[in-house]
């Protein structure tokens, strides 16, 4: 099993967007399983890769034969800040 964490944190470089591109082809084909984090909806994906015709085959891959868990809540980090009393983004001094 391959996991990616935080794809769209940052824009992808066109080498890079090319390898992810390759890596996720590979496993498709061979039927192996990718875990993905994004913090990016689907229709956002063009903002983090250079070239959307390569976007739109990379989640080709990634969501045929796939599972989509969509989690609006609050994030892990976050709420563990709150609960310790410490500032986030959403509270001043954050």
Excluded: C
């Excluded at 084909?29 to 070239?51: Q, R």
């Excluded at 034969?65 to 563990?80: A, D, I, K, Q």
Aim: hydrophobic share 35%; proline share 3%.
């Amino acid at each position: 099993m391959l996991s990616l964490d935080e794809v769209g944190y940052l824009p992808l470089e066109s080498i890079d967007a090319t390898f992810l591109f390759q890596v996720v082809s590979r496993r498709y084909e061979a039927g192996k399983s990718i875990i993905l984090t994004s913090n990016k909806s689907y229709g956002s994906w063009h903002d983090i890769f250079p070239d959307a015709v390569l976007a739109t085959a990379l989640l080709d891959r990634l969501l045929h034969l796939s599972n989509t868990v969509n989690n609006r809540g609050e994030s892990y980090h976050m709420r563990h800040r709150r609960h310790a009393g410490l500032p986030t983004a959403n509270t001043k001094g954050g």
